[in-house]
Every structure is written in structure tokens, then in C-alpha cells.
């Protein structure tokens, strides 16, 4: 077993590297799942926003609006002075301020101009307010448009806004994610790390053309040299797994053996360490040293990470990232877990939702070890001519 005590030996050589990528992985874990692991929020309200309403009119128009804002946002009397309430705006004491000009009907309803607003450039906060100025105006020129007086238009859109939705919750327990989930979500991101750098450093090194030469002329054969590299790289993916598994059964051990689905979260997680190997070797057989490895793996564990929903939830990425994700084994990975949280009792459809993302992963895993093995003999024979 000489050349896996090579390999090994090479290993251990990444593991300061490696061990950095678990500690910031179970930083991860403990931070998200302390965070997001609590009961989800039973009740909404909106926000409101301090306003100062500055009216020169002060005909019926101009009060609706001032009420119409005053029934949604905080009013804020302050005086008409120019430096006063920039300071206010300053100081974040107002956000927002309204100039309501003279004959308010007669430009802004007829002429329709834009009220003369100040607020904050570009904040969620202006627009938050812009809006509810334009529903108001909207609906005015709703109402007066069908016959309605000034007066009454008003009241309408002031009544309307007045009422409010009978809305009762059920009185139900809220489902609350387990803590092992967070576990298994952030897998990928540890073993495409721990994987490249372990494994791929070894092929890297080994390829050189005075080791290759070497191992050549060593009275191990080919095949035992095979066997011995999967053996070294079988035993790396053994250990971390098992490790993560067992960081699992002791912060959520209870939870986890009363999953439904433990078996495919295991399944799952056995696939993530076998793709991660799959393109640990696929990066060694391309790298062409190990000093820009790296690069590399900060590049394909973020890159696949955010894009296959490890990071950000499937739910918040745009529908054309999630169409272009879906071409990535950890999109796959991310679905299969979701679907398992999800569904305590898996449907036919979800059942197919679940083979189809393994059938992928294992796709994956073949697909990346040819194309390596293929890449690996060109280059062989580049380096023979050479």
C-alpha cells in the first residue's frame, strides 16, 4: 500500500486548509439554524413613516390628502421653514415632505402635476410614500370622474381606506424547520471545498511528469496504483462525511432519527460527497498546478453554491437563474432536500420529484469522472510528445 500512504501523506499536507473550510461551514450551520430555526412570524403590519405635510391650500383636496396620508404614515407638524425641515430630513426625524400648493385642485387633479415632494434620494421610503400619494389622486380622479363632487370623493376614498379586513388566524401550531436541515443544506458547500483541496492537490501532484515517471518505473501496477488512489480518495470523502453526519446526531440527534426521510437524507448526502469527489478529480486532472487550485475551488464552491440555492433560498432566486440552475447538480441536491422538508409523506409526484434529482446527481458524478479520465490522457500523451 505504498502509494496510498502517498496519497494520504500529500493529504494531509491540505489539512489546515481543510480543516478553515469546516470551521467556517459549522460557523455557518450554527448561525443560520440558531437564526431561522425559530417559530416563523404569525402577524404582519405595515410600516409607517414619519411625514411633514406642508399645505398652502387648504381646501377640501388638500385635507383628504393630509388624513389619507395621516391614516397610514405618522404626521409630523413642523414649520414652514426651508432650513428646519432639512435639518428634520437630515437627522432622520422625518422622512418624507409633502408641499401641497395653492389652488391644489386646479394643478394636480386638472393639470396633473406632480406634487413638489423632498425625501430621502433613492430610498424604499420615498417610493414607499410616493405610492400612497398616487392611490390617493388615483381614486380621486375615480370617483370625480363618475359624477361624484370633490367632497364626496373624498369621503369615499378616506371611508375606504378606514375599513378593515376581518382577518383571523388559525390557531395552529407552526411547522418549524429542524436544525439538521441547515446541516444538510450547507453540505455541498464543505465537501466541494474540503474535496477539491484534498483531492485534487494529490492529482496534481502525482501528475507531474517526474512522479508519473517514477510510479512508472515502481514495481506497482497500474491497476494497484488505481485502486490504492480510490481507496486514499474513498476514505477522505468516508471520514468528512461521517463527520458531518455526526455533528448532526449531536446538535439535532432527537430531530434526526425522527425524520421520515432520514434514509434519502442519507442517500443524498452520499451523492453530495461522491460529486464533490467526481469534481474534485475532474479539477486535478485539468489544474495544470496546484497553486492556482485555490482560485478554483473559491470559484466552484461559492459559484455552485449560490446559484444552486445552498446560500439563497430556490424561492428567492429569479425565474431565469432558476431555469439556468437547473443545470447544475447542487440545484438538485438543494430541490431534493427541500422536497423532503416539505413533505413528511412523499406523493407520487414528489416521490419522481426525488428520483429524478438522484438519477441527475448520479448522471453528474459519471459525466465529470469520463471527462476527466479523458482530459487526463490527453494531456498524458501532450506531455509524452513533449
Known sequence: MTVFKGYMKVITKTLPQILMYFGIFLA????????????????????????????????????GLTR????????VSLPDDNNTLQEELFYRNIEYIVY???????????????????????????FYVDRCIDQYMNQIQVYHSAGYTLTESVDKVIASLEKKPDVR??????????????????????MIAIMCYGVSTVIVTFRQRDMRMRMN??????????????????LLGTIYLIACLLLAFLLDGKELLQASHLNYYIINAVLCTGLSLALAFFVGMMAKSAVIITNIVNVLSLGLCFLGGVFVPLDFLSEGITKMAQFL???????????????PELTE?????VNRGILIQVVYIIALICIGLVAGRIRSQDSAKV
Open 169 to 190: 388566524f388559525l390557531d395552529v401550531e407552526a411547522a418549524v424547520v429542524p436544525q439538521f436541515y441547515y446541516l444538510f443544506r450547507f453540505l455541498p458547500y464543505l
Open 329 to 343: 447538480p447542487v440545484y438538485w441536491y438543494i430541490r431534493i432536500n427541500d422536497t423532503l422538508i416539505q413533505f
Open 100 to 126: 401641497i400648493p395653492e389652488n391644489f385642485e386646479q394643478v394636480c387633479l386638472e393639470g396633473k402635476q406632480p406634487l413638489e415632494t423632498v425625501k430621502v434620494p433613492d430610498s424604499y421610503s420615498g
Open 217 to 234: 518505473c515502481a514495481p506497482v501496477s497500474p491497476i494497484s496504483q488505481s485502486f490504492q488512489a480510490i481507496l486514499a480518495f474513498a
Open 68 to 75: 389619507y396620508i395621516g391614516l397610514q404614515h405618522d404626521l
Open 349 to 353: 409526484t414528489t416521490q419522481a420529484t
Open 28 to 63: 455557518i450551520y450554527l448561525m443560520i439554524s440558531l437564526t431561522e430555526a425559530d417559530s416563523p412570524v404569525t402577524d404582519f403590519s405595515a410600516k409607517r413613516l414619519s411625514v411633514s405635510v406642508i399645505d398652502y391650500d387648504g381646501g377640501v383636496l388638500a385635507e
